[in-house]
């Protein structure tokens, strides 16, 4: 059995001629990719972010993190401290 709908685009309006674009670039029938495009919508159900997790969870695999001693800060005299108290008025 097949289902007829009719789709309209106002190409006037930003997403419906970026929608509009995006069909006639489609490497396959622009009715397989309407059907795809539904059905990715309708059936995502937050796998966007698993499949972001998890490249970035493949991406970090390999790199190691070590964790080093800061540097000691770098003490100012009192007269550079004045100086910087001073310079907080201009600001």
């Not at 695999?61 to 001073?86: F, G, H, R, W, Y």
Request: proline share 2%; net charge negative.
């Amino acid at each position: 059995m097949t289902k007829r709908f009719s789709l309209r685009f106002n190409l006037d309006n930003g997403a419906d001629r970026k929608a509009w674009e995006h069909l006639q670039s489609a490497p396959d029938s622009k009715n397989k990719a309407i059907i795809s495009a539904i059905n990715a919508y309708f059936e995502s159900d937050g796998n966007l972010e698993k499949v972001i997790r998890e490249t970035i969870r493949e991406c970090l695999e390999d790199i190691s993190v070590v964790k080093t001693e800061a540097a000691p800060a770098e003490e100012i005299s009192e007269d550079e401290n004045s100086l910087m108290d001073s310079l907080d008025m201009f600001l």
